[in-house]
Structure formats: C-alpha cells, structure tokens
C-alpha cells in the first residue's frame, strides 16, 4: 500500500537555528497535510499542499510540494521554543468512497539548551 | 465549537479489565478513526469508519473492537486489556468535502498494568 517516508526522526537544533522535515513517496500524491503535535498534546493541522510545485508560508514556515508530487518539505526559519513538538506529514488516500489518512512517522524537533 | 470530544482523558486498568473509550464529534463529519500513539512513535490506525454503519479494520485492530453508533459518535473497546495496549489514543474525524483536514480529540493516557 500507499507510504510516506518522513525523514529525520529528531532534529536538534540551537534556538534560532532552521529545522526542516522531508516526506517522500514512490508514487504520485493527489495532496499532502502537515500537522504540529506539541508535548503531552494532540496533533493539530497546519496545511494541506495540492498543486504540483506549490509553497505557501506560514510566518516563519514554509511548506513545498515537489513538481513530480512526490516529496514534500516544511522548513522553519530561525526556530523558537514554541515550535517544539512532533510535525507530520499525512497523505489522503481515498479508496471506494473510505478516507484514510496514511501518516508519515513524525519528526520531532527538539532546542537544546 | 467543541470539536471532536474524547472521554476519558485518563485511564488505569488492570491486565484482563474491559473499558470503552468514547468519541463524538459536532462538526458533521462522515469518517471517523481511532488511532493509537506508541511513545516517541507515530500515530497507527486501529479501525476507521467511513459513514455511520459502517467500519473497517486499519493497521492494528487486534484486541479492540468499534462501535458506530450514529454519526455523531464513535467508540472503542477492550474487552481484555493487556499491557501492550498501554499507549495514547486519539480518536478523529474528516469531512468528505472541501480541505479533508483531520481534527483531533484531546486523548486518552491509557496504562494497563
């Protein structure tokens, strides 16, 4: 079936450094979704990538989908203790009228101290 | 808006204990999941359900049941907890129109010992 490989699993990174998390696929994505899940919380949606070749940012986040639809990227500028957390990426698959999510396995961003 | 509501946020159960989570949802949304969330793990579909009467098995089904009893609510039971199912569980919900996003209930900490 359908998966998503997220990559790297932990990042550590000095405040105001930039941190970014990849997703690829072997086959071609109808559309991509990016959630935050802060410690101790619940995951939380932060966009949905469709078209080939998009970026949309989010102040200091970026999110692009590649032009062959089939990785996609969020990176974060000049990171800041709010930002730690878990982001994930997730993939619709739709199958027969059923929605599924399929979920890559998470990137945790972690700010040393 | 309440969102997707999830009762218990905490639970302790001891080995052989049956418990139901419950979920319910006020946003009218056709698909509903339960997932769990291992520590430092992504997160695995346990069963879904596509539209009211309807479920469907996910990646790891074993040991839990579901029930759909409208389209409002979704739960999910042990019938005999073992420490294995120690874990966070997430139930959420999709809308079949516009942007699919997934909302999220709070969770439920679940120790079996």
């Known amino acids: 079936g359908q998966q998503v490989m997220q990559i790297p699993q932990y990042q550590h990174v000095q405040e105001g450094e930039d941190f970014t998390t990849y997703c690829n696929s072997s086959?071609?994505?109808?559309?991509i979704q990016w959630y935050k899940q802060r410690p101790g919380g619940h995951p939380v949606f932060l966009i949905q990538?469709?078209?080939s070749g998009e970026v949309k940012k989010q102040k200091r986040l970026t999110f692009q989908f590649g032009e062959a639809k089939k990785n996609s990227s969020l990176h974060i500028t000049a990171t800041q203790t709010t930002d730690v957390g878990t982001y994930f990426c997730?993939?619709?698959?739709?199958?027969?009228?059923?929605?599924?999510?399929?979920w890559g396995a998470g990137t945790k961003l972690i700010i040393k101290p | 808006n309440a969102g997707v509501t999830q009762t218990p946020k905490f639970q302790v159960l001891k080995t052989g204990q049956s418990m139901t989570l419950q979920c319910a949802q006020d946003?009218?949304?056709?698909?509903m999941y339960w997932y769990r969330q291992d520590p430092g793990m992504g997160l695995r579909l346990i069963y879904y359900s596509a539209s009211e009467g309807t479920t469907d098995k996910g990646e790891v089904p074993n040991g839990y049941n579901v029930s759909r009893l409208n389209k409002r609510e979704f739960s999910l039971r042990l019938e005999s907890a073992a420490p294995s199912q120690t874990s966070v569980y997430f139930c959420?919900?999709?809308?079949?129109?516009?942007?699919?996003?997934?909302?999220f209930g709070q969770g439920t900490r679940l120790t079996v010992v």
């Open positions: 959420a919900s999709t809308s079949l129109r516009g942007e699919t996003r997934a909302f």
């Open positions: 946003m009218n949304h056709n698909s």
């Open positions: 086959t071609t994505l109808s559309n």
């Open positions: 997730a993939v619709l698959r739709i199958m027969d009228s059923n929605y599924q999510l399929i």
């Open positions: 990538l469709v078209k």
